[in-house]
């Protein structure tokens, strides 16, 4: 799926405070911040608070908070449910944890709404596509149909009776790669915010939630990255209580015979997604923003914008291939600010 490392979060780090040798409450609110990786990928906490020790052991919940979800939803590790769905798939249905059973519910639902742009069951995709320099030709259209031939979210069978769960056809699969990230942020700063955390932000690789306020009562900033200078700022978002999730496939494509060919895969027909660049969703809940950066992405230019017009309290920014720059309804100046309008230097941001 998408890689979401094309956010960078603008912050005014000069007020962050860095550990203290004691952590002893102060009269100001500071901000405090950890970086370390999670869900195989960059995770970044932080929390603003007048006491330095609330802060760390909140940013500490949300770390533990991260590692249960993983350990719940990982199609990687063998002792997670989700890895037992899957080597169920086609013999019998599986009992799991209401939190799993909703995630699964909710995906479905999202599927469901996209038209099968976004399918928890794309990791039942057979690679036929390679992004390390190998590939000389396309695929032929029988290798391309047959990686496609297990996704369909319509035969994860949903019971809510019992809380089962039950894939369809054998070899099927279900993984969370384009929906879990965005759950674990919003849990993460669930548990820091009921800890009494008054602002903070939960980074996961691009996959960004946000609330309250800086330290110094500033808005949290979002810079979204140049596609052409990925290193530089493209246009700029106010990101108070808000999840912010960029998608691009700018870096990671498959070049043959002089075209590019992106890593991010229609699930529905097997074919990399063309038309757009980046695709920046924002709205409330950082699952959703996850779902949707994917699925638009898919969609395309013309049904991803339908799409998120209809969408309350759901707005994108998007770059197409011909880098035209185009915003949703509301995408408004409330939210969007572009690079002449925003003088903040680009060391200010967090990578």
């Given at each position: 799926m998408a890689q979401r490392v094309f956010i960078l979060l603008m912050i005014c780090w000069a007020a962050l405070n860095t550990a203290a040798a004691q952590r002893l409450p102060t009269k100001e609110p500071k901000a405090q911040k950890k970086v370390l990786l999670l869900m195989g990928t960059r995770?970044?906490?932080a929390a603003v608070s007048r006491d330095e020790q609330k802060a760390?052991?909140?940013?500490?919940?949300?770390?533990?908070?991260?590692q249960r979800i993983e350990a719940l939803i990982s199609e990687w590790q063998n002792t997670?449910?989700?890895?037992?769905?899957?080597?169920?798939?086609?013999?019998?249905?599986v009992v799991i944890d209401q939190e799993l059973y909703d995630l699964i519910s909710r995906s479905n639902r999202i599927s469901e709404m996209t038209g099968g742009a976004f399918d928890?069951?794309?990791?039942?995709?057979?690679n036929v596509w390679k992004y390390d320099g190998s590939m000389k030709k396309?695929?032929?259209?029988?290798?391309?149909?047959a990686s496609v031939s297990k996704i369909n979210y319509k035969n994860i069978i949903l019971n809510s009776q019992d809380r089962s769960v039950y894939l369809k056809e054998p070899g099927m699969k279900i993984g969370f790669g384009a929906i879990g990230k965005g759950y674990a942020a919003n849990r993460a700063?669930?548990?820091?915010?009921?800890?009494?955390?008054?602002?903070?932000?939960?980074?996961?690789?691009?996959?960004?939630?946000?609330w309250g306020k800086q330290a110094d009562g500033q808005s949290w900033y979002v810079g979204i990255a140049d596609p052409a200078e990925k290193d530089k700022v493209f246009s700029w978002l106010t990101a108070d209580n808000t999840a912010v999730v960029t998608s691009g496939n700018y870096e990671k494509y498959a070049e043959i015979n002089g075209k590019r060919y992106s890593h991010i895969i229609d699930p529905r027909t097997g074919y990399p997604a063309s038309g757009l660049k980046s695709v920046t969703i924002v709205c409330p809940n950082g699952e959703l923003a996850d779902a949707l950066a994917t699925a638009v992405?898919?969609?395309g230019k013309d049904e991803g914008l339908y799409l998120i017009n209809q969408?309350?309290?759901?707005?994108?920014?998007l770059i197409t291939d011909a880098d035209e720059v185009i915003t949703s309804e509301r995408m408004n100046l409330h939210y969007y600010q572009n690079k002449k309008k925003h003088a903040a230097p680009a060391t200010s941001a967090v990578h």
């Amino acid at each position: 799926m998408a890689q979401r490392v094309f956010i960078l979060l603008m912050i005014c780090w000069a007020a962050l405070n860095t550990a203290a040798a004691q952590r002893l409450p102060t009269k100001e609110p500071k901000a405090q911040k950890k970086v370390l990786l999670l869900m195989g990928t960059r995770f970044e906490l932080a929390a603003v608070s007048r006491d330095e020790q609330k802060a760390w052991e909140a940013i500490d919940a949300g770390i533990k908070e991260i590692q249960r979800i993983e350990a719940l939803i990982s199609e990687w590790q063998n002792t997670s449910q989700t890895s037992e769905i899957n080597r169920n798939a086609g013999i019998k249905p599986v009992v799991i944890d209401q939190e799993l059973y909703d995630l699964i519910s909710r995906s479905n639902r999202i599927s469901e709404m996209t038209g099968g742009a976004f399918d928890i069951s794309f990791a039942s995709i057979d690679n036929v596509w390679k992004y390390d320099g190998s590939m000389k030709k396309e695929p032929s259209p029988e290798q391309v149909a047959a990686s496609v031939s297990k996704i369909n979210y319509k035969n994860i069978i949903l019971n809510s009776q019992d809380r089962s769960v039950y894939l369809k056809e054998p070899g099927m699969k279900i993984g969370f790669g384009a929906i879990g990230k965005g759950y674990a942020a919003n849990r993460a700063r669930d548990v820091m915010r009921e800890m009494g955390i008054q602002g903070g932000v939960v980074n996961a690789a691009g996959d960004l939630v946000t609330w309250g306020k800086q330290a110094d009562g500033q808005s949290w900033y979002v810079g979204i990255a140049d596609p052409a200078e990925k290193d530089k700022v493209f246009s700029w978002l106010t990101a108070d209580n808000t999840a912010v999730v960029t998608s691009g496939n700018y870096e990671k494509y498959a070049e043959i015979n002089g075209k590019r060919y992106s890593h991010i895969i229609d699930p529905r027909t097997g074919y990399p997604a063309s038309g757009l660049k980046s695709v920046t969703i924002v709205c409330p809940n950082g699952e959703l923003a996850d779902a949707l950066a994917t699925a638009v992405s898919v969609l395309g230019k013309d049904e991803g914008l339908y799409l998120i017009n209809q969408l309350k309290g759901v707005a994108c920014l998007l770059i197409t291939d011909a880098d035209e720059v185009i915003t949703s309804e509301r995408m408004n100046l409330h939210y969007y600010q572009n690079k002449k309008k925003h003088a903040a230097p680009a060391t200010s941001a967090v990578h």
